[in-house]
């Protein structure tokens, strides 16, 4: 079916795009570099085709452009909005609730923490946020990989479940493959069984007592509490608002942000609190991913265009005996490949009109790219982070992570699988 | 009511941003939430189901973005340029000692480059050129109003230099041909008359210091390909039927290749990367700029610009007077909206293609935006990037740009009756 040239050359381009992507270290060209270039050269390339007058052109771009806009703008502002609760010290209070002597318990507190934290304010975030407490409490090195794998896992499955809480989720929400409450009501209880199945097995591994420091019990200023709440409530406000007025995501969440904004403003207004305030918080912002999320999400819709994704997911569903089992794989790959281009394609590949809104393709798709991520440590944004923050080996969570986390998906798919939808 | 609470809101968020120093509120904030305001506003005026709502912002989302990438695009390449102190080699090429000259210099730059690239982008370069090149706060903001007026003056005589006039020349109104050689002339004097008065304003010689400093590594080489990213948008579009912001990001693209591949050895460079440099743009003032775009597409969207436009032909019985109204009112809000109105209610077998009116309301609305510092989008973008005071630019600025514009639309009236 692919007999043109420009599509063979479409596919080239974003085959060699995507290597470059996932080997960043070696070509010493940074992702988001790749990804940006990538885009704009295979649109350059779907639009050399002849068939589009210069109006359909705009018009065929305009929309997806509006589409990934929206994503990115949300993300940011998602971003923004954790990074100035971070500022104002907001999370020092979880520190408190985790000045426990058993090992074990401080596992399942920092676990619950992720778990719920995650679904508000993104397991990205919090999973950084979490490990960063941690690693000040335990001194231990295996014990903090192990608490860290737990928040992960944790962190993972909780994002998976909310339409806020991870980007692929958030993706599929603002694509309108899936609503805010029945993604909440449909997906939580295999998430937090996949959550509790994954703390069960690593908390054998810990064992005893930290010892004794004197944990000083640290005073929380109101405003940084304050600061806490408005934040996710804010967050919080924009899928209740979606459902309301109608307002998109997007939108709500500027609106938000505008709020903490003024709110900011007018509190630190002396020159010496001036870093507390929003435009010198957003300095602070990695630009690369919106502009990696960018490039990937550019080259994806130019396969779509093109007609390669339509094509392919025709194969895949002849080849799959059913699209349970397409969701499935996408966790597999998930682990090794980059959730965001996956889904992105799989939102590419099949049209809404075949698999309608809060079908449980999306759904098991939500918790499988999201969850799915968490079995290798690079095959989620969360586990990279986590590797880069506490160096820890790829073969040490291969070895005693791994086993865990597949078996905590397995158990959180099955409880979907018999109790949510009869698939 | 629903109307009524609009403009309400939308008032009080064009004084807050006024205002923003006597209030402390950042004026991107105040941008923010009078869109967000306005658009939930605008939702319960639209009878159909929440789930479509999301179709009326997405229509104009697809524009406002655009724009938004394009200005991250080229203030990204005119920061990696600044890191590399590219700059430098433009300051010793110009080298010119007085500053008048250097303020009609910059003025017909930008007039030319205006002519062939839209405004904004034309001010969003000429502003960040400047930016680095001119030290002092006060002559800065003088010559940057220069930019805008020159910018603004520039896209009216041709039909791909504004937004406004482009709808004239693709509605059918205006012929190419036509707008040229009816408008260059007022156009061309709407600027020379603005920067008359103005350049009273600039004293002395622009002082050594600013004219030395030695560039960075590589520096030469990067500036030429980052204004040549810029300056090439044109060629791309042209090329590839992709919009500008597609070329801005694929110039920034080759040029953060480029420095990567330069600088990986060189751990001590390591500020000069792309990535890094990034890290300097000011996001504040893209969001003011997202929120202004956001909150007039609100305004567009439940039809009081065309309301007003209604009014203005009720009211006034003069083709020319309503031309210079709807110019003096696209200093108050936006012009794209005034013009899509005007073109709405006349018809074209009442003003025949390249009748006089359509040219008027051409040069109407592309340059009375200057008047007001909130009224173009060169304006906007100038005090979003500067942080000039509105009342700066009404002091200083709008006299002038006030003395071009009814000039230039003397030159017209004159021209008319000789031709």
Redesign the interface.
């Known amino acids: 079916m692919l007999n043109a040239p420009v599509d063979w050359l479409l596919i080239a381009i974003c085959v060699v795009g995507y290597l470059f992507i996932m080997f960043e270290q070696s070509v ?3 992702k ?2 790749s990804a ?2 990538m ?3 295979a ?2 390339i779907e ?2 085709r002849t068939k ?1 007058s ?1 109006e359909e ?2 018009e065929i ?3 997806h ?3 990934i ?2 994503i990115i ?1 949300f993300i940011v502002g998602v971003l923004t909005i954790v990074e100035v609760i971070n500022s104002h010290d907001g999370f020092r209070f979880i520190k408190n609730y985790l000045a426990e002597k058993s090992k074990r318990k401080v596992l399942w507190i920092a676990g619950a923490f992720a778990f719920f934290l995650s679904a508000v304010l993104g397991s990205l975030t919090m999973t950084i946020v979490l490990v960063a407490l941690i690693s000040k409490i335990a001194e231990n090195v295996e014990d903090r990989w192990i608490i860290g794998s737990g928040i992960l896992l944790a962190g993972n499955a909780g994002g998976a479940f909310s339409p806020v809480g991870d980007i692929t989720s958030t993706m599929l929400w603002i694509g ?1 493959q899936l609503t805010s409450s029945r993604m909440v009501l449909d997906l939580f209880v295999p998430s937090l069984v996949c959550a509790v199945i994954a703390l069960l097995l690593l908390q054998w591994r810990l064992k005893g007592n930290f010892p004794s420091i004197s944990y000083e019990e640290e005073k929380i200023s109101p405003i940084s509490f304050a600061i806490f709440c408005l934040g996710v409530g804010a967050i919080l406000l924009v899928p209740i ?8 995501p ?3 969440i ?2 938000g ?3 903490i ?2 709110v900011t ?2 509190l630190h ?1 002396s020159e010496e609190k001036a870093h507390l ?3 010198r918080i ?4 990695d ?2 991913g919106a502009i990696f999320f ?1 490039g990937i999400l550019l080259a994806i819709d130019a396969l779509q265009t093109a007609g390669i994704l339509g094509r392919l997911a025709k194969t895949l569903l002849a080849l799959a005996p059913s699209p349970t089992w397409i969701s499935l794989s996408t966790a597999l790959v998930s682990a090794v490949i980059d959730n965001i281009p996956l889904t992105a394609g799989m939102m590419g590949m099949f049209p809404l009109e075949q698999f309608p809104t809060n079908h449980f393709l999306w759904q098991l798709l939500a918790y499988s790219a999201g969850v799915g991520g968490s079995i290798l440590l690079i095959g989620s944004a969360t586990g990279v982070a986590f590797m880069s923050m506490e160096k820890v080996p790829l073969k040490w969570y291969l070895k005693n992570i791994s086993i865990p986390a597949l078996l905590a998906f397995v158990a959180g798919f099955l409880t979907y699988k018999f109790f949510i939808c009869q698939c | 009511m629903l109307i009524a609470a609009i403009i309400a809101v939308f008032i009080l968020g064009y004084l807050a941003i006024i205002f923003e120093h006597k209030i402390g509120v950042n004026k991107a904030t105040s941008a923010l939430l009078t869109a967000g305001l306005l658009w939930i506003l605008v939702f319960q005026t639209k009878e159909t189901l929440p789930q479509q709502h999301l179709h009326f912002l997405q229509e104009e989302l697809g524009g406002v973005i655009q724009i938004v990438l394009f200005l991250l695009g080229a203030l990204a390449i005119v920061e990696v340029i600044n890191a590399h102190k590219g700059f430098a080699h433009v300051s010793s090429l110009l080298n010119i000692k007085s500053k008048r000259a250097f303020l009609w210099v910059v003025g017909f730059i930008t007039f030319f480059l205006s002519a062939v690239l839209d405004n904004l982008t034309t001010a969003i370069v000429m502003i960040s050129l400047i930016r680095k090149v001119v030290h002092d706060k006060e002559d800065r903001w003088l010559i940057g109003g220069a930019i805008v007026i020159a910018a603004n003056a520039g896209g009216a005589w041709t039909p791909i230099g504004d937004v406004t006039t482009t709808m004239l020349w693709i509605g059918g109104q205006l012929s190419s041909g036509a707008i040229i050689k009816s408008l260059f002339l007022p156009s061309i004097a709407c600027l020379v008359l603005a920067l008359i008065p103005m350049q009273f304003f600039l004293k002395g010689e622009v002082p050594e210091h600013s004219l030395d400093a030695k560039g960075g590594p590589h520096s030469l080489l990067i500036l030429i390909l980052g204004v040549l990213a810029l300056v090439s948008v044109p060629l791309f579009k042209y090329l590839t039927g992709l919009p500008p912001f597609m070329g801005i990001l694929f110039g920034l693209g080759l040029l953060w290749i480029i420095t990567d591949l330069l600088h990986h050895n060189h751990p001590e460079r390591h500020n000069l990367r792309v990535a890094e440099v990034i890290k300097h743009i000011d996001i504040p003032s893209v969001v003011f700029f997202l929120g202004i775009l956001l909150a007039v597409a609100a305004l567009q969207e439940v039809g009081v610009l065309k309301a007003m436009a209604n009014y203005l032909d009720r009211t006034l019985n003069s083709q020319a007077l309503i031309a210079i109204f709807i110019g003096l009112l696209s200093a108050v809000v936006d012009n794209v909206p005034l013009v899509a109105a005007a073109m709405g209610m006349y018809d074209v077998s009442a003003y025949p293609p390249d009748s006089s009116f359509w040219k008027m309301i051409a040069y109407a609305a592309g340059t009375g935006g200057s008047i007001l510092i909130i009224g173009s989008a060169a304006g906007v973008v100038f005090m979003g990037l500067e942080k000039v005071d509105f009342f700066y630019y009404l002091k200083r600025v709008s006299i002038c740009a006030a003395i071009g514009y009814f000039g230039g639309f003397a030159v017209y009236l004159l021209q008319q009756s000789f031709f």
């Open positions: 010493k060209i940074g988001a570099t940006l270039l885009g704009v050269i649109w350059i639009f050399s589009f210069h052109k705009s771009f305009g929309e452009l509006s589409n806009a929206q703008i309108e608002m979606k459902g309301l007025t109608g307002l998109p997007f939108m709500g500027l609106l942000l505008s709020v904004w003024l403003d007018l207004r305030t929003i435009p957003i300095t602070k912002l630009l690369r960018l």
